[in-house]
């Protein structure tokens, strides 16, 4: 049978294809820095997409055609185009990743007040970018390049002992959460969930090993291959917290984007919280 090729819109592989990605491990500021990102002039963000976490799980064992699919309906129909029409945004006010705290109430209240169709949201796409972060997924950003070569990566690096502390402390990889869902996708080797990014072949590795242990290898394992990531923008987490306007200015103009209405006060904030700024 001959394979079709399949799109979805016109105007998807533009949008799709210059997104932004901000990656690292976990616990390296991260959420911090998508909610900066979410701040600039239109830009429509998505933190940690459940859909994405079990598509780069398979990245290399489908058909580039058919996970381009995947990718491109999630990111253009699913969140981009309902983000715009007020559909897909996240207005938990107590959530770090809430609209409410990166725009203008203004501009929420006329995304919630009016309903737009698929057409009238299109019209609002111009000089619009799609950001979304994906802590963990450094190892499989190379493929990722390969088929979307103007996707911006921006890399969150932390300190091994600081990132290693903090994972430690939410006690991800503690017995008692060794089974947890929360680890996904998963494989299961002897009763444990093995997370995605565990090498194939180290299943039984990963069951065997200490708490203290699996941390250090997550963190290793999630930074693998940063070199192999051409183009990226690499930002230090002591230098945002240190010089925040002079970083979040840098990536602005390294992102071609521009501050929005309330990016100077989240920069502001974070002189007054450091050292114990939320990441």
Same mark, same amino acid.
């Given at each position: +049978?001959k394979?079709l ?12 294809s ?31 997409? $459940?859909? +994405?976490?079990?598509l780069?799980?398979?990245?290399? /064992? ?16 699913e ?9 897909s ?8 990743s809430?609209?409410?705290h990166?725009?203008?109430l ?22 619009a ?9 450094? $190892?499989?950003?190379?493929?990722l390049?390969e088929?979307?070569p ?17 994972? &430690? ?5 503690? $017995? ?5 869902a929360l680890?996904? $996708? ?12 565990v090498?194939?072949g180290? /299943? ?7 708490? &203290? ?18 183009g ?18 840098g &990536? ?9 209405? &309330?990016t100077?006060?989240?920069v ?12």
């Open positions: +049978m394979r090729d399949l799109n979805i819109s016109v105007l998807s592989e533009d949008i799709v210059k997104a932004v990605l901000i990656t690292g491990s976990a616990r390296s500021g991260t959420t911090l820095m998508g909610k900066l990102i979410h701040s600039f002039d239109k830009v429509e963000y998505a933190s940690e997409p $459940p859909l +994405m976490f079990s780069f799980s398979v990245i290399n /064992d489908i058909s580039a055609e058919k996970w381009k699919l995947l990718y491109d309906t999630y990111l253009y129909e969140f981009f185009i309902s983000a715009l029409s007020g559909r945004i996240n207005c938990n006010l107590v959530d770090d809430s609209i409410y990166v725009k203008a203004e501009e929420v209240n006329n995304r919630l007040n009016y309903s737009l169709r698929k057409a009238d949201a299109e019209e609002r796409i111009r000089g970018t799609i950001a979304y972060k994906m802590p963990g997924i450094v $190892p499989y950003v190379p493929v390049l088929r979307y103007l996707t911006r990566v921006v890399v969150m690096l932390r300190n091994a002992v600081e990132t290693l502390n903090s994972i &430690l402390q939410k006690k991800w990889f503690s $017995p008692e959460n060794e089974s947890s680890l996904w $996708p998963f494989r299961v080797c002897h009763g444990v969930n093995v997370p995605f990014w090498r194939e180290e /299943d039984e590795l990963w069951v065997k090993l200490s708490e &203290l242990d699996r941390a250090a290898y997550y963190y290793i394992r999630v930074n693998e291959g940063i070199e192999n990531i051409t990226r923008i690499e930002i230090s987490y002591t230098n945002l917290l240190e010089k925040p306007s002079e970083t979040i200015e &990536l602005a103009d390294n992102l071609g984007l521009e501050f929005g209405t &309330l100077k006060q989240i502001d904030q974070i002189y007054l919280t450091h050292p114990d700024v939320i990441i």
